[in-house]
């Protein structure tokens, strides 16, 4: 009686054909989330504003001011940044991730070599002394090649390596917003010791109109002509403003310090430097930014890093649902082996396909499930952060244009303020050296003008503050990678683009 043969491919077929179906039902969450943009910005546009939303101007923002004092101070500080070393290491491992994201869908192959010299052609140590003493010596040569795949059936491995590219892209974006940081950094650095120079320079002069009116006074009073009253009010007049101008010097020292510290250059060469170029230097003309707000939001690095968040953490999702399903493994090795006794050789070659190995999860205590769980929840998260990051930057924008249109619309008024103020110093001051104005009336005079003086500075550094915080607001130079203005000149960029895999 010939026995009853089972034929199993119908089976197999089925069970090809339910993983397939299942793998067809891994999903992940979409790998962009949309944000809520306003059509146009709500803020007065200050006019006329020279970039015009153009990216590459926007690159060559700092040389519009036609000072390459700053650009340099800039540059080194950027150069010498922790913040932007470490931005620039963080590409360095996310781009090792992503290496090996893209590996782990290929085939891996080892390669083996071995050598062995014993009494036995097993290498074993022989029943007895006796026994084993007899047999010759023999010498085992091997060496093979090992290969092993897990075939990536439900998109678990394609998935990683979609996230780790991902987060290789976030870490580019997060290295040019520590660069636009930095940068924004030194300037405001930079114009607040310029206009605590120029505000030296008044106090400078406030102190020698003062100690000139104290002098004269005193001798009026030694002649008999003032009161010795008056002459005391000119000498403690002279007195706070000799105080006030040791205190401003004070602060620009600081600020010069922190200048040395952002840069790292020595602070006699700082001091050389600085003192070649003018303080009173005046802010580029800032016109109209482009209407639409995702023209600028598209440049902002911090924008795009959350948005290649979102991408990441959608991956991530698809990655820890297919670890929930079969594993599929393929594995297969090539070898040689050769043994030698005496003048006697022989080899045996070999080779194997296989094992076929499928892995069913069937129980892990809900591991897996929860696992995936923490993904979507990571993935809500970071949609929650993207959304965020777009409305702090429409408010930063919509901030920085308030700030500097408010500005631009008090310069002329805190110009006229101190013109004016300075005639009427000037007329009083001749007046009490006629005798037709008191001492009091020329102080007043002088405390009006030193308080105009000093608002207009004020206002000269609140404006290049807003500049500065304009350009931050917009993304600085940068451009998101693809578009066709782009100029990502992020470390070793072009080798992020070569050592992609699979």
């Given at each position: 009686?010939?026995p ?6 119908p089976?197999?077929v089925?069970?090809c ?5 299942a793998?067809?039902g ?9 944000a ?7 803020a ?5 504003l020279?970039?015009v939303g153009?990216?590459?101007a926007?690159a060559d923002?700092?040389?519009?001011l036609d000072?390459?004092l700053?650009v340099?101070?800039i540059e ?5 940044s922790p913040?932007?070393?470490s931005?620039a ?6 781009r090792?991730t ?5 590996a ?15 009494n036995s052609?097993a290498?074993g140590?022989g029943s007895?002394?006796?026994?084993s003493?007899?047999l010759?010596a ?6 093979g090649?090992?290969?092993?795949w ?5 998109g678990?491995?394609r998935a990683?390596?979609?996230?780790a590219?991902?987060?290789?892209q976030s870490?580019?974006a997060?290295?040019h ?8 950094e ?6 607040a ?9 008044v ?9 000139e009116t104290?002098?004269l006074?005193?001798l009026s ?8 009253a008056d002459?005391?009010?000119a000498?403690?007049s002279?007195?706070d ?8 010097g004070a602060?620009?020292?600081v ?5 040395v510290?952002l840069?790292?250059i020595?602070p006699t060469e700082?001091d050389?430097?600085?003192?070649t170029?003018?303080?009173?230097r005046?802010?580029p ?10 023209q ?5 690095p911090?924008?795009f890093a959350a948005?290649l968040g979102v991408?990441?953490?959608s991956?991530?999702v ?7 399903y079969?594993?599929l493994?393929l594995q297969?090795?090539?070898?040689a082996l050769q043994?030698r006794?005496?003048g ?6 070999t080779?194997?396909i296989g094992?076929?190995a499928l ?14 769980e923490s ?5 809500d998260?970071a949609?929650?952060?993207y959304?965020?990051?777009v409305?702090?930057?429409v408010?930063e924008v919509?901030?920085?244009?308030v700030n500097l249109?408010?500005t631009?619309a008090?310069?002329?008024?805190a110009?006229?303020?101190v ?7 000037d007329?009083t ?5 006629s005798g ?9 005079a002088?405390r009006?003008?030193?308080?105009a003086?000093?608002?207009?500075v004020?206002?000269q ?6 500049w ?9 130079g940068?451009a ?8 990502d000149?992020?470390p070793?960029?072009?080798q992020t683009?070569?050592a992609?895999t699979?």
């Amino acid at each position: 009686m010939t026995p009853h043969r089972t034929n199993h491919r119908p089976r197999l077929v089925l069970l090809c054909l339910s993983l397939a179906l299942a793998g067809c039902g891994v999903t992940r969450p979409p790998a962009s989330a949309s944000a809520p943009i306003p059509a146009q910005w709500h803020a007065p546009v200050p006019a006329p504003l020279a970039h015009v939303g153009s990216l590459p101007a926007l690159a060559d923002w700092w040389r519009q001011l036609d000072d390459p004092l700053l650009v340099r101070l800039i540059e080194a500080a950027q150069t010498v940044s922790p913040t932007v070393a470490s931005a620039a290491a963080r590409i360095t491992e996310a781009r090792g991730t992503r290496v090996q994201a893209g590996a782990a869908l290929l085939p891996t192959l080892d390669g083996t070599l071995s050598a062995q010299r014993s009494n036995s052609p097993a290498g074993g140590t022989g029943s007895s002394t006796g026994a084993s003493a007899s047999l010759p010596a023999v010498t085992t040569l091997q060496a093979g090649l090992q290969s092993s795949w897990e075939i990536d059936l439900f998109g678990g491995r394609r998935a990683s390596r979609d996230a780790a590219d991902a987060q290789l892209q976030s870490a580019s974006a997060k290295w040019h917003d520590a660069r636009v940081s930095v940068a924004a950094e030194t300037a405001n650095q930079y114009f607040a010791e310029r206009a605590c120079q120029r505000q030296l320079a008044v106090a400078e002069s406030d102190a020698r109109s003062r100690g000139e009116t104290a002098r004269l006074t005193d001798l009026s009073a030694k002649a008999g002509f003032t009161a010795p009253a008056d002459a005391a009010l000119a000498r403690a007049s002279a007195a706070d403003a000799s105080a006030r101008l040791t205190q401003q010097g004070a602060q620009c020292a600081v600020l010069r310090t922190g200048l040395v510290a952002l840069t790292g250059i020595d602070p006699t060469e700082i001091d050389r430097q600085l003192a070649t170029v003018s303080a009173d230097r005046a802010l580029p003309a800032v016109q109209v930014v482009a209407s639409v707000p995702a023209q600028m939001l598209a440049q902002r690095p911090d924008v795009f890093a959350a948005e290649l968040g979102v991408a990441a953490a959608s991956a991530e999702v698809g990655a820890a649902e297919a670890d929930r399903y079969p594993r599929l493994t393929l594995q297969g090795s090539v070898a040689a082996l050769q043994l030698r006794s005496g003048g006697a050789r022989q080899r045996i070659d070999t080779w194997t396909i296989g094992p076929v190995a499928l892995t069913l999860p069937i129980f892990d205590g809900g591991t897996r499930a929860a696992n995936a769980e923490s993904a979507k929840a990571r993935y809500d998260e970071a949609v929650s952060q993207y959304r965020g990051s777009v409305r702090t930057a429409v408010r930063e924008v919509e901030e920085a244009l308030v700030n500097l249109q408010a500005t631009d619309a008090r310069t002329g008024d805190a110009d006229t303020a101190v013109q004016n103020y300075q005639a009427s110093f000037d007329a009083t001051q001749a007046r009490y050296q006629s005798g037709l104005a008191s001492l009091f009336e020329l102080e007043d005079a002088r405390r009006t003008l030193f308080a105009a003086q000093t608002s207009r500075v004020a206002l000269q550094r609140e404006r290049a503050e807003a500049w500065v915080a304009l350009y931050r607001a917009t993304g600085g130079g940068w451009a998101r990678p693809g578009t066709a203005l782009a100029n990502d000149t992020s470390p070793s960029s072009a080798q992020t683009k070569t050592a992609k895999t699979p």
